[in-house]
């Protein structure tokens, strides 16, 4: 069975809105008996992401900061505070995975 770590910024409509709909594209698209664990996240001005909490063997994080961890296989987001330094939005930049996403509005005010 697939085990899922899912990040969301939570308190906050887009962030479960985001988590609900990733739950049902992955349960449909990909394996619908995986094992989701719901890690709902708060910004912070320190970086957000503790040693251990991408523990699944698919790690996800909607409508919250990017991290560069090797161990985020999907990433999704809309802010174009998600970067927390130019070093890390050049990383992003320029990963080969195709499973991390941010809309383009916020791509171009970056750029």
């Known amino acids: 069975m697939t085990r899922v770590r ?16 990733f ?14 664990r719901f890690s709902g996240m708060t910004h912070r001005a320190a970086h ?6 991408f523990d699944g063997d698919e790690n996800v994080i909607v ?3 990017y991290s ?3 161990k985020l296989t999907w990433w999704f987001d809309h802010h174009q ?15 080969p995975a195709r499973t991390c996403f941010m809309s ?7 750029n």
Do not use: M
């Open 48 to 53: 957000p992401w503790e040693g251990g909490l």
């Open 81 to 95: 505070s998600a970067f927390l330094s130019p070093r890390t939005l050049g990383i992003f930049e320029n990963i």
């Open 23 to 36: 739950y049902r594209f992955y349960r449909e698209r990909f394996d619908a008996s995986a094992e989701f």
């Open 6 to 21: 899912l990040c969301f910024h939570d308190r906050c409509f887009d962030g479960t809105a985001s988590a609900a709909l």
């Open 68 to 70: 560069n961890s090797p």
């Open 63 to 65: 409508d919250f900061k």
């Open 104 to 110: 383009r509005t916020t791509a171009r005010a970056l």
